[in-house]
């Protein structure tokens, strides 16, 4: 037996999938133009060696990865710091904590004062926190 709450639901998907249909061809839209001034940042010679590199990895998968960093000791920059990867996942949490407290440090020496109230190593404690999270 047909329930009114199903029987409603059903008569109103047309209208809730073709306005998601527009939403997604405007955000669509938005990251077509955003990948277009993004690609154009760099040289071309680099854009077409980049494409080529993704069509020979997508034909034979035992080709170097293009979306794979090539320096794989590096974990991220801030600032004049590089931060490496280790083998333990707490290891880089403490090392990245550290190396920020030492930096924050060295401003408050010099008198320069945190831009904004959560400084950088409490803000990135917090997104390693969040991450962990999910």
Known sequence: MLRYPTWSSSCSIGSLLETNLIKATEMATKQRKAAKDFTATFPSGMIQKWRRMVKEWEANPSRPNPYVSKDRG???????????????????????????????????????????QVSASVFIRMGLELEDQQ
């Open 74 to 116: 590096r974990l991220f920059r801030l600032g004049l710091i590089t931060i490496t990867n280790s083998h333990s996942p707490d290891s880089k949490v403490s090392e990245i904590q550290l190396r920020l407290a030492q930096e924050e440090a060295a401003k408050a020496e010099k008198g320069k004062r945190a831009p904004h």
